[in-house]
């Protein structure tokens, strides 16, 4: 494997859409705490930066673009890092409403969800005794009765809207089967290496956070796609985060960390940022005698448009 390869991109994901505000008083909110974070995720390594918004008054996840422009051009200003707009939203959110934002902005990557799924925390909610926000409690309890709609139309649209622009994406697998879809998409011309597949591990409704399924993952789109043609990224939910990205890296993959996929930095103890998970998984792979990718080598790595190619 040559030396390029080695170089393993760090994405952090800022604050997402799952963890609600009394999980942690760290999970960035307003436009403000989301910009701080990121770019202090960016000094402490993060070549690609995952982000979401929140409604300022309440921390709610919202689709308004116009809140999004409150803080993405900031970040784009004093870092060089890739940002990484998502398409998933939040299981509320229409599809029109997902990418109100991406098509405006055209940034160099988006994620992409590449099935529909039960996609749920809920069994957290019983152990919150105290909400911060009334909107809360129902947020979390109701995701029990939400799908994830990610339709293969949907999907398509997305293929054909945002790849149109020259965006590129952060593939959302959270099953084999997902997989499978990606491939009937390269099949059909809509997307072609190199893939950036983001496995995901450990969301109730999706694969367990389990060693033998990220073997099973990585073999399957090695069948798939052809080592060369894909870059391989983990993501290990809640308490398997650094365990399970870990491995991802030692199996010649890339890693994902941040608020939005943990609140915790070790057992029982709450991470104060984003940046302190990524200064954690930076100091275990440079330990481990990796190499960490910067914005410009992932940029390469994952064939993207530039930053000078990105909509204001």
């Given at each position: 494997m040559n030396s390029k390869r080695r170089k393993v991109i760090i994405t952090c994901a800022v604050t997402g859409a799952t963890h609600v505000p009394s999980m942690s008083e760290h999970l960035p909110l307003t436009p403000s705490d989301i910009c701080t974070q990121a770019i202090?995720?960016?000094?402490?390594?993060?070549?690609?930066?995952?982000?979401?918004?929140?409604?300022?008054?309440?921390?709610?996840?919202?689709?308004n673009p116009d809140v999004f422009r409150q803080f993405v051009p900031q970040i784009a200003a004093v870092t060089d890092s890739v940002i990484n707009i998502t398409t998933g939203g939040s299981t509320?959110?229409?599809?029109?409403?997902?990418?109100?934002?991406?098509?405006?902005?055209?940034?160099?990557?988006?994620?992409?969800?590449?099935?529909s799924m039960n996609f749920s925390i809920h069994p957290l909610a019983s152990k919150i005794t105290s909400w911060r926000y009334d909107w809360e409690k129902d947020y979390v309890e109701g995701m029990e009765d939400m799908i994830f709609r990610n339709t293969f139309k949907?999907?398509?649209?997305?293929?054909?809207?945002l790849g149109g622009r020259g965006t590129r994406f952060e593939f959302?697998?959270?099953?084999?089967?997902?997989?499978?879809?990606?491939?009937?998409?390269?099949?059909?011309?809509?997307?072609?290496?190199?893939?950036?597949?983001?496995?995901?591990?450990?969301?109730?409704?999706?694969?367990?956070?389990?060693?033998e399924n990220m073997t099973v993952m990585r073999s399957t789109a090695d069948r798939l796609f052809g080592r060369e043609n894909y870059q391989f990224s983990v993501l290990g939910a809640g308490r398997h985060q650094m365990s399970l990205v870990t491995m991802g890296a030692i199996m010649g993959?890339?890693?994902?960390?941040?608020?939005?996929?943990?609140?915790?930095?070790?057992?029982?103890?709450?991470?104060?940022?984003?940046?302190?998970q990524v200064r954690k998984i930076r100091r275990i792979l440079?330990?481990?005698?990796?190499?960490?990718?910067?914005?410009?080598?992932?940029?390469?790595?994952?064939?993207l448009k530039g930053r000078d190619k990105v909509s204001p």
């Open positions: 202090e995720a960016a000094k402490a390594g993060a070549a690609i930066i995952h982000l979401h918004a929140r409604d300022p008054k309440d921390g709610r996840p919202t689709p509320r959110m229409t599809l029109s409403e997902r990418l109100a934002y991406p098509l405006l902005a055209a940034p160099e990557m988006c994620s992409l969800n590449m099935g949907d999907i398509k649209h997305i293929m054909l809207e959302e697998c959270y099953d084999l089967g997902h997989l499978y879809s990606l491939a009937h998409f390269v099949d059909e011309g809509l997307v072609k290496p190199p893939f950036f597949i983001q496995s995901v591990f450990g969301i109730l409704g999706g694969m367990g956070a389990d060693p993959g890339n890693v994902r960390v941040g608020l939005e996929d943990s609140v915790y930095i070790a057992k029982g103890v709450k991470a104060e940022s984003n940046a302190q440079e330990d481990l005698s990796f190499e960490i990718a910067t914005p410009d080598d992932a940029r390469e790595m994952l064939g």
